[in-house]
């Protein structure tokens, strides 16, 4: 069995150190960190070294607070100390509040099928630290899976007018790995925004926010993966102060009896999402391009493509299971010619 992370956003043209506008010296500085289990790396375009280096170090102090606050996986943290708990509620604050109406939103969008509540699956698929160790995985046998379906169900988690959160039998956990990181990297970009800075590429993975574009007006150039061959591309996005949002079932996957098995779940059947391979979203923030995108993920394409194209503020780029693309009305991009 391997259980692997393979996803890497290929970002083209950001090689150069010097650019010169209005007769100022724009430097190139960049920082990666490790943080939510992944490196994150900030791009910032500034004629003040300095400042540039205070804001990064600012915007990582951000993406640390809300890994340490909320993450699930993380240790002491309130989704931590909540699933681990059997005292099964917390007070959250208005910022917690907020997270989870996007997921509540999310989840009511999907028709239920985006759930955060979906720990248990995964775990029975092997997809946990302690199953990387094992030399191997067996299949999950349909009567494991009916029954470990019924520890799933985000109706059963409740959120107070007073922002008391309850989890309540047999449901016993919560998952923010389909949305934290997303939500992190939102307010990455405004606290560099707040610190004045102007040209700003931020990226955790299958995350990216934007501010503004590269030196020039310059877009800033993002290739997309072929799902089948991640070494390759299928297209390249040009973007300016916008964010992207990318799921794929080539990004985490367990190997079982030499079949794929990834991790984007149908709650429902309990088996990996079969018509997908990957989904594109673009927006105005990462919270809202990492939430949709497993969303997405998880619904037919027709009805995603009907929500998109209703919406001004959304685009989609879905690959389906045979290879075809489709997109939103208004999602731009180069095709890359074999």
Same mark, same amino acid.
Do not use: W
């Given at each position: 069995?391997?259980?692997?992370?393979?996803?890497?956003?290929?970002? +083209?043209?950001?090689?150069?150190?010097?650019?010169?506008?209005?007769?100022?010296?724009?430097?190139?500085?960049?920082?990666?960190?490790?943080?939510?289990?992944?490196?994150?790396k900030i791009i910032v375009y500034s004629d003040n070294k300095e400042k540039a280096i205070e804001s990064i170090e600012k915007a990582f102090n951000e993406i640390q607070r809300?890994?340490?606050?909320?993450?699930?996986?993380?240790?002491?943290?309130?989704?931590?100390?909540?699933?681990?708990?059997?005292?099964?509620?917390?007070?959250?604050?208005e910022e917690g509040i907020r997270l989870f109406e996007g997921v509540k939103k999310s989840y009511e969008l999907s028709e239920h099928k985006y759930d955060i509540t979906i720990s248990p699956l995964l775990e029975l698929w092997g997809f946990t630290d302690e199953a990387m160790e094992l030399p191997t995985l067996k299949l999950p046998t349909k009567e494991e899976i009916e029954f470990i379906k019924t520890f799933v169900g985000f109706d059963k988690v409740k959120i107070s007018t007073d922002g008391i959160l309850t989890i309540d039998s047999p449901v016993k956990e919560i998952d923010t790995g389909s949305f934290l990181k997303g939500y992190a990297i939102s307010k990455a970009k405004e606290v560099l925004k707040e610190q004045g800075i102007k040209s700003a590429f931020i990226t955790s993975i299958s995350s990216i926010d934007l501010i503004g574009t590269k030196p020039e007006n310059k877009a800033w150039k993002i290739g997309l993966q072929n799902p089948d061959n991640p070494g390759d591309?299928?297209?390249?996005?040009?973007?300016? *102060?916008? &964010?992207?949002?990318?799921?794929?079932?080539?990004?985490?996957?367990?190997?079982?009896?030499?079949?794929?098995?990834?991790?984007?779940?149908?709650? *429902?059947?309990?088996?990996?999402?079969?018509?997908?391979?990957?989904?594109?979203? +673009?927006?105005?923030? &990462?919270?809202d391009a990492d939430l949709l995108s497993t969303t997405f993920f998880l619904m037919p394409i027709d009805k995603v493509i009907s929500y998109v194209n209703n919406r001004e503020d959304l685009d989609v780029l879905i690959?389906?299971?045979?290879?075809?693309?489709?997109?939103?009305?208004?999602f731009k991009y180069e095709e890359v010619k074999k």
């Open positions: 069995m391997r259980t692997k992370n393979k996803f890497v956003v290929f970002i +083209l043209s950001l090689f150069s150190l010097f650019f010169f506008s209005c007769g100022k010296e724009l430097e190139k500085i960049e920082e990666s960190k490790f943080l939510f289990g992944t490196y994150i809300i890994d340490e606050k909320y993450n699930s996986k993380f240790e002491g943290s309130l989704i931590y100390n909540l699933n681990n708990s059997d005292n099964k509620t917390l007070k959250l604050d591309m299928i297209g390249i996005v040009s973007l300016k *102060d916008k &964010a992207m949002g990318v799921s794929g079932n080539y990004q985490t996957y367990v190997e079982i009896n030499g079949e794929m098995y990834h991790h984007i779940l149908d709650k *429902d059947t309990g088996y990996p999402v079969t018509e997908k391979k990957m989904v594109v979203v +673009l927006c105005d923030n &990462a919270f690959v389906d299971k045979d290879m075809n693309i489709i997109t939103s009305k208004n």
